[in-house]
């Protein structure tokens, strides 16, 4: 199976379950890539953005999972599924959107007060606020300020109703960004 065939399949399977913020996944994803797009990133980074949540997607977990108290480390799960098909400037974003969440409700004065509740209650799952060491330790990685660009498009992919392109628009940007 390709890897557009293999990510169709995901969305077609789990695409419309609820993202815990009145959109699905797919529509959140739709939204995230397209903000991406509007705001002339990448087709590596365009790619990282529609599937940084692909994780969730992958896993046969309930969709209230979080409510049960249970992190899914769904952007590791992701990040190593993508990494089949995509090199380090997809994988690295995808892998860090989620640290890039606790290092910006860290440092960036009014960021934390901006999550939605659903957001914060995966915060605390996923660590919380970090410590000076991990905030060190983030602004050491390579793919850092990419994470910290994909996860303000994932704060602004949440809009009930949004219209969007459809998944087939953004296999442009995919097909880009594959390892050759």
């Known amino acids: 199976m390709s890897a557009l065939d293999a990510i169709r399949a995901a969305f077609s399977r789990r695409g419309a379950d609820n993202y815990g913020e009145g959109v699905s996944q797919l529509e959140h994803a739709l939204q995230c890539g397209a903000c991406a797009e509007r705001d002339g990133a990448s087709p590596a980074l365009i790619t990282a ?25 769904h952007e590791s799960l992701g990040s190593a599924w993508l990494s089949q098909h995509f090199g380090p400037d997809v994988t690295e974003p ?12 860290t440092v960036e004065k ?4 901006l999550l939605s509740a659903a957001s914060i209650q995966s915060l605390k799952l996923q660590g919380g606020l970090m410590s000076p060491e991990e ?3 983030y602004e050491a990685e390579r793919f850092a300020a990419d994470a910290i660009k994909l996860r303000r498009w994932d704060d602004e992919g949440k809009i009930v109703g949004a219209r ?10 995919v097909g880009q960004a594959l390892r050759q």
Not at 49 to 59: E, F, M, V
Not at 110 to 113: D, K, R
Not at 164 to 173: G, I, N, Q, Y
Request: glycine share 6%.
């Open 135 to 137: 905030t060190r330790k």
């Open 164 to 173: 969007t392109p459809d998944l087939s628009h953004f296999e442009r940007f």
């Open 49 to 73: 953005t529609l599937l940084h949540d692909i994780g969730h997607l992958l896993h046969d977990l309930p969709q209230d999972i979080a409510d049960k108290g249970i992190d899914t480390e």
């Open 94 to 105: 995808v892998r860090l959107h989620v640290a890039a969440k606790r290092y910006l409700a």
């Open 110 to 113: 009014g960021y934390y007060e």
